[in-house]
């Protein structure tokens, strides 16, 4: 016990006292741990920053797109496919759905009036595609029955009504011969830079308000989509469902047997949105690793070499050390620790060194967008970044430490 | 029985040249608990080399060393470390002080090697060794700032620190003036027999050596006892002790029947291994 004690004492005073000569071979100890745990770090909030995206497009994984089409042209909905949905969704106990419908509206801006690209969603969209307004919010459950529509647009829609925030409470008068007003109650981030103007509707309020062929009736009028002509609709009833990654498969085979059981003569195609693998894979990962072995391997040759010339410095030191009865043992073990013990404060502050990178990264500037989720901290990349440091001192101590126990005692008094 | 004991030792090394270098031939020599024996010899004689061997930190080539009675060829070089780090104290002529260190560090670093009350109760004890050795109020100081007479004040203190059972001590005051030798000298006699523990000097000073109770003179490897006084001095390579007449009648130096001529009270010097000349 009091050997252990000693020599990690021994060690620690060494490194006290030669503290510039233990910064020098340090140095590149420290960085080679921060490069192994920061570009793990910045690996995984890359992946995480491309998921996200890859989410807002497609939802988070795995998300389900239910698609109906007719198996004919002429083949005709009979059956409605929202009760369809909804009994689909309680048997497979499904938390999250959103039914969805894009359609073009009349929309009237202060400098005329355009078709304004809509996207007729449930509330859940947001959950299950990411969807978080810059300004505003989200449609919440009170929307649905609110006496006029409301709109989550785009930044180009607000720019479009020359606003540049909705502090105002805009409102914008949508539809054509029975125009209704819209309140916009959220704005999201631009696609893109040049976006058009676009807005989300809650798809019972499309039906309620405006119907599928985007003409806007009066107040009350309920248009739905199984009771409008299928040949006029811009689209197909569609629905997006985010299901359990592990049950993802059985669950989307079920929901096809189900819904195409109830509406005979109609084709259901189920997608999920997982067929695009992992794009960034871990090639970036092991770069990253491989990029900090390396600088790890230099590092620890800068130790050894150090190393070597302090314990030929150390010599007489060593020789005294040993008429005060320090074993050869004790004296492999102290030169060594000295390294270990080194190099494990070296590893030390080079995760420090990779945990403020990280904690400062200007996130949006490095990887295009926000990240939502932010990744926990890989300590595990921490603690391999740790254990090779270690691993590192210890060899890089095997040389200098045979040197100090070969020493000859009386000649190391002498030198 | 003796705490030490050397019996018939010698140290031979080969040469680069193939030849054998005979250091120690025959040496015996034994040393009691308390006791304090000094060895002298010019430079090269195999006085360090004795020192070595008592301090295990080298072995004879052939010959037998009892230690407290157990020969040290049986002991492992692990034993035998550790009955070192035990068992001696090492005061060397260049104080082999650590650097870096503080006064307290430095007397602290033996006790790293002990185990039990004296490892846990390192820096107080080593606080309190060097109080003994009047160096109370420079604990933290840098062994550059200290003095010769105080750094070696220091290694004595770092000698003792564990209780050791003999004290060696090889030319202590070698790199220190006479002034500061003497006191060096007076501080390490005044705690070994405190302390109990047997005291070896090897010097080439024989006003240091005259303290020991015992002295010695090693010469072509070999050990000779001889008599030594405060005003002896080195005639050649012969110590010779320099006294009057009637004080050599008295300690019976003078070797019976022996016609040295001169005046009857003139001095006379006489070679420490037994011939005398006017």
Redesign the interface.
Known sequence: M??V??AL??AW?ELR??KLRVLLALIGVACAVAAITGVTAAVSMLKQAFQEQTDRGMGRPVTLMVNVYPAAPDATLTTDVDAVFAQVLERYSIEYASRQEWTQVQARFPDGTRQLQVQAVDQDYSVINRTVPVQGRWFADADVDAFSPTLVVNEAFLTSLGLADLSSHPTVQLGGQAPVRATVVGVLRNDWPEAEPTAFILYDQLHRWIGSDGNAGPPGQVTTAQSADPSMMQSFPAMQVWVPTDSATDIGDAIKHDVAASIPGWQVEVYPNTDGGDPIGDATKWVGIGVGGFALLLGGLGLVNIALVTVRYRI??IG???????????VFFGVMLESVVATVVAGLVGVVIAVAIIKNIPIERVFGSQIDDMPPFPVSAALVGMACATAVGALAGIIPATVAVRVK??DA?RY | MSLLELTDVTRSVRLPDDRMLHILQGVTLTVGAGEHVAVVGRSGTGKSTLLNILGLLDAPTTGEYLLEGVPIARLSNRARTRRRGRDFGFVFQQFNLLPGRTALENVTAPLLYAGGRQFWSRTRLAAEMLTRVGLGDRLDTMPEKLSGGEQQRVAIARALVRGPRVILADEPTGALDVETGGEVMDLLDEIASQTGAALVTITHDLAVAARAERQYRLSEGALVPIRLDRHSDWVGDVPTLVADRSAMSERRLLPSGVDLGGPPDGPVAVHVDGEAHA
Do not use: K, N, Q
């Not at chain 1, 005294?320 to 004790?330: D, L, V, Y």
């Open positions: 009091t050997g004690v000693g004492v021994e005073d006292i030669h007489r030191e005294i050390r040993r008429s005060f009865g320090a074993t050869s043992g004790r005692v009386i008094i």
